[in-house]
């Protein structure tokens, strides 16, 4: 029989990773050659512009708009001529400015010409600078007059504004559109050397300053931002590849596990039925059925071949309860039993074995025990490894001390002490895992396969119950199998403690259950 592990969910995570692993290294390589003239990554200066063009393409018609109001309102001062030509004209520089972004929005490999549109946006704004210039030289010659000076000034005030909440992607488009016309202005409110005007010029210059330091700080809280997106994102691919990867793993072990359980089910099938034949023609060989063997070496080599044979056999079982176990595929059978008569047999059944060590086994069992809800067959086969092994590591002449009976919390005990070589107690955990043997059993008694007590502990988990070991070296073992109070049928006669209402009701419950 053989067994073929698909390779294609392999193949795609691999190919997954090595896709990201491009993916990053190529990010990286771009990172190091563009820089759009910034400190920036090329993405973080892309996704800057691109934020530049959404903000004015959205608000394509506020800034005409806003054009129209201070033309209309300053015709009368500044000449109708005059307005109509500056609002003519820097309404087309505003115009062509949102159609540049609508144009940059709608290109799909927008990372390679970054540089070029971030220069195309610069001049944009730099004839917007100028056109804005004109707005602050218009009436020059005449004297300033209160009129003129409020609608130019507060003019500037609001461009400045407007041009930093615009302008978050590209920061200097807040100098090169402003700083023109600010700078004329204030000059202009200088000259007359009237404190008012002076003040009015101070204002403008603070108030562009600390427009332009306003959209610096907006631009960082924009690349904190992208930078934080960029964390989630790593941090998203890297979840996806680990569960990728979990999850192959759970696939592989899901076939491992079938493979497994396949291996084990043809190795019951081609070991048993060797096995089998050999534990007969042995058997019969020993016996010396068909008739006397002359010689006694062959009588004694047919006999170690059957106990040969027969430990083998008693290892596969093992070895196949637990995998059942494991697996899951172990069901328990469960039926009203009494656990001091599963210890009785199992005592008779390992007396021949005590006899022949000359081992005293004794059984002290609690009167009146009720009947316990479990599955005997599992219950007997916990209580015959015990018991087993207890036999196996007892010195020859030892004794061994059986106790059933109650619990504190309402469950019952099957509790077996040996007068053994004991386990040290940092070798416990040892011998309770699969295939766990400590030193000193190893050495002083019968070999095993180590899988005895992991077998009992894992029934016993199934019985909801719990496996106790205590030993010390040189000094014996003591173990204890418990069963919880649920399983008891009847708890009204426990010594230790008195009987509770959620006993009682867990003991109706099982009453139930077998009525049903």
Partial sequence: MSIEFSSSPDKTVIDRRKKRSDTSNTIRKVRGEFTSGSSYPIEYELELIENFARSHLNASWVMPLFVFMIALVSYKAFGAMASGLWFSTIALAYLLLSYQSGKFLKQNNRTEVVSNWRLRFLFNQLLLGVCWSVFALIGITAALQSTNTIIQFSTILVLQAGTAMLSIGLRHSVLIVCAPPTLILATRFFLPSSPSMMLMGVILLVSLGFFYLLAGRFKYSVLTEMKHKGENETLIAELETAQAISEEARRRAEEANLAKSRFLATMSHELRTPLNAILGFSEIMKNEVLGPMQNETYKEYAADIYSSGDHLLNVINEILDLSRIEAGRQNLTESVCSLSDIVEEAKNMTMVKAKGKAIRISVNIEPKLPKIWVDERAVRQITLNLLSNAVKFTPTGGAIDIKVGWTNSGGQYICIIDDGPGIPEEE????????????????????????????????????????????????????????????????????????????RKKSTHIRKRIMS
């Fill in 428 to 503: 416990i955990p040892i011998v309770l895992s699969t295939f766990g043997q400590g030193s000193i059993a190893i050495k002083s008694a019968e070999k095993g396969s180590g899988l005895g007590l992991p077998i009992v502990q894992a029934l016993m988990h199934m019985h909801e119950g719990r496996l106790e070991l205590f030993s010390k070296l040189r000094e014996g073992t003591k173990v204890i199998a418990t069963f919880p109070p649920r399983r008891v049928l009847d708890v009204s006669g426990r010594i230790d403690q008195p009987e509770n209402e959620d006993n």
